[in-house]
């Protein structure tokens, strides 16, 4: 098990950590907000395309999606490559469908996940 006391005799400075934290500025977040439904299978395609060409570099993946004639939200959240969707709650009444996505990576192509 892990021993603070320990850890402090090997290493004084273990926790000081005054100047470690370097940020990547590769690593990055966009997100894409259309008004309207979607094709399922035509995003479904979209996903697969970015998982192949972008997988690597994606860190985390979600959004919410109104699917062309379906009542209920479609969910989705990715980490890396690892894809899990499913059909949520209705939209309610008067509320305005729509399709809000959200992609956090290293080295992303925004404009590739815009076209």
């Not at 892990?2 to 934290?21: A, I, Q, S, V, Y």
């Not at 690597?56 to 490559?81: C, T």
Request: hydrophobic content about 35%; proline content about 2%.
């Amino acid at each position: 098990a892990f021993d603070l006391e320990r850890t402090l005799e090997m290493d004084p400075e273990f926790l000081n950590t005054d100047g470690e934290h370097v940020h990547d500025e590769t690593v990055t977040s966009t997100g894409i907000d259309i008004t309207g439904d979607v094709d399922l299978d035509m995003f479904q395609d979209y996903m697969s395309s970015i998982l192949r060409d972008q997988g690597n570099n994606m860190f985390r993946m979600k959004g919410v999606l109104a699917v062309e004639g379906v009542p209920d939200k479609f969910v989705y959240q990715a980490v890396h490559m690892i894809f899990k969707s499913n059909f949520d709650e209705a939209w309610k009444e008067g509320e305005e469908r729509c399709c809000r996505l959200t992609f956090i990576g290293k080295n992303i192509d925004k404009e590739a996940l815009r076209n």
